[in-house]
Every structure is written in structure tokens, then in C-alpha cells.
């Protein structure tokens, strides 16, 4: 007989394995489905403070590795496949990937978000080493060094501040010539004497030997370039790459709700426009995308997609 699970969990990131430790742990035949390595955008995040209970080996990997032996011991199964087709309207739900076809009752989406790049050379080696996507994470790593935030929307400011309450200086750099943020938020950091300003400027390359060690900005008006060094007795200096998230739901266009940039609706019970479905963290619009948040997210939409099968499928 074709193999019909109880629910299909997209992605193996924080939230998708939460669902799955509360789904197996409910005796459901649970799939996860992620299309690399488990673990998200955490498993860059070489320390991890503000979870809840991560005093040893406070680090991503290692949070992921034992969420996923959580995982694995209640008899969740995971595979390795790219989604490239869903069929989420009927009442036992179709995924297809490059590997295969799988069928469930239910289906939870945690395929989760990632940031957007500034796509200079040394960007990606440096991250997690002085270069950062999330203030809330990793401020406190850079308490009296300078740090250099990029962006100049809501979420780089309002971030900026509070980075501000860590850093010895903060200084804004921005692609334009005035900040596109809400003038609440402007008044603020004009206002901060931590924050200083840097306009029209790009980031042309990050360099560094195992750790950010200076930084090439680049004048978009006058294609002047200037260079960005260390203070000698900090040897580096944060930067904080802050120009917005991409959430990873092209997949879901037309079929789930989703707000202007992407991101899924889901109420507080993480129930979809689409009975059955459940979205879980970093990929449904909220106000804080953090693993504290993605797990709860998890956890409820297991507890509801168990609620949804026994209300639905059971006799």
C-alpha cells in the first residue's frame, strides 16, 4: 500500500523540528522533509546565548545536533529532498520533490526565511565571524568594539539603537542619501550620541584572517572607495548586515496566504488559509523570528495538525 503519513514537516530548522519532537512524541508517522543540511540559519551561529537552558555548549550546531537526537528517538523520519510541487487543496495533501512523491494528512511548513546578501566578496567566509544578520542574537558579542550597521529601513535602525546599548559606536551605512525608516525611529538615532551616519555608500568587500578584520566602502555618487580597519587594540569590529529577509515561499504562491513580502498568515494557532496545513517559524509574519519563537511555533503546530487528524481521519 502507498505510504500515507500522518504529517509532512517542510523544513528542518528549529521550528520544523520541534514540530517533529511533539508530532513523534504523539505517536504520529511523521516525515521531515528539508532540502540540505538540517539546522537553518542557526547552525551558523557559533554562540548562542539567549535560548533558554543553552549554558553547555551553547552553539548552534550543537543545539541542532541535539534536537535532532530528540528527534530520531521518538521515530521521526527525515529525508533530504527539494520540494518542487505541492497539492495541498485535497483532503490527504501530495508533496513532490526531485526524490519522490510523499502523501500526508496534514502538512506543516517551517521552511523558514534567510537574509538578504549583500553579495561582496567576504561576506560569507566572515560570517558568524564579525559578520552578523541579527542584532538580538549577537549584540552582546561586540560590547565596547565599534560595530557598522547596513540598511537604512525599519529593522537597520530600530536594530542600530539597540545595538547601541553594546557598542562603543554604531555607524549606520546607507545606499542612499536619507534613511527610509519611519521618521519616529530617524528622530531616535539622530538623536543617539552613539550613532553616527555614512551615506551613500555600499559595501565593495569585507576582508579578514579568521575574523573581520577591515572593510572597503564605496561612494555610489562619487565611486570613491574607502577603507574600514580595526582599531589595533580590538583587532575587529561587528558588521550587522540588516537590508531584509527572504522568506522561502515561492512554493506557496496562490495556493497559502502570504502578506506583500512573502511571508505566510498564519493565526495563533499557526492554522493556514487551507485546513490541514500549519506554517511554524522564521517563514510566517511575525514580530520576532528567534529559535525561542520558531520552537513554540513547532510545538503548537504539531499539537493542532494532531488535533486536525483526530478530528478529520479517525473514527
Given at each position: ?35 540540505e ?22 552553539t ?31 483532503k ?17 511548513v ?8 549583500l ?75 552613539k ?105 503548537i ?15
Open positions: 500500500m502507498e505510504k500515507i503519513y500522518d504529517v509532512i514537516i517542510i523544513g528542518a530548522g528549529p521550528a520544523g523540528l520541534s514540530a517533529g519532537l511533539y508530532a513523534g512524541r504523539a505517536k504520529m508517522d511523521t516525515l521531515i522533509l528539508e532540502k543540511k538540517a539546522g537553518g540559519q542557526i547552525v551558523t551561529t557559533e554562540e548562542l546565548e539567549n535560548y533558554p537552558g543553552s549554558i553547555v555548549d551553547p548552534g550546531p550543537k543545539l541542532i545536533g541535539r534536537m535532532l537526537e530528540q528527534v530520531d528517538s521518538f521515530g521521526v523520519e527525515r529525508k533530504i529532498d527539494e520540494i518542487t510541487e505541492i497539492d495541498l487543496d485535497r490527504i495533501k501530495v508533496v513532490k520533490g526531485s526524490k519522490g512523491e510523499y502523501k500526508a494528512k496534514s502538512i506543516i517551517a521552511a523558514g526565511a534567510k537574509p538578504r546578501l553579495g561582496a566578496p567576504g561576506e560569507k567566509e566572515l560570517t558568524g565571524k564579525g559578520v552578523s544578520y541579527c542584532a538580538t542574537c549577537d549584540a552582546a558579542f561586540f560590547e565596547d568594539f565599534d560595530v557598522y550597521v547596513i540598511g537604512g529601513g525599519d529593522t537597520a535602525v530600530e536594530e542600530g539603537l539597540f545595538i547601541s546599548k553594546f557598542a562603543r559606536k554604531v555607524t549606520i551605512v546607507h545606499r542612499r542619501d536619507e534613511l527610509r525608516a519611519a521618521k519616529s525611529i530617524q528622530e531616535k538615532a539622530f538623536k543617539n550620541d550613532i553616527e551616519f555614512i551615506w551613500d555608500s555600499e559595501v565593495k568587500e569585507i576582508n579578514g584572517d579568521g575574523i573581520v578584520e577591515s572593510m572597503i566602502l564605496r561612494n555610489r555618487k562619487t565611486g570613491e572607495e574607502t577603507e574600514i580597519v580595526a582599531n589595533e587594540d580590538d583587532g575587529t569590529f561587528g558588521v550587522f548586515v540588516l537590508v531584509g529577509y527572504i522568506p522561502e515561499s515561492n512554493l506557496f504562491k496562490g495556493v497559502l496566504d502570504m502578506d506583500d513580502t512573502g511571508y505566510l498568515l498564519g493565526n495563533e494557532n499557526m492554522h493556514t488559509n487551507i485546513d490541514g496545513v500549519f506554517v511554524a517559524g522564521d517563514i510566517r509574519q511575525k514580530s520576532l523570528r528567534q529559535v525561542v519563537t520558531a520552537t513554540a511555533d513547532g510545538a503546530a504539531a499539537i493542532q495538525a494532531e488535533k486536525y487528524i483526530g478530528d478529520n481521519f479517525e473514527e
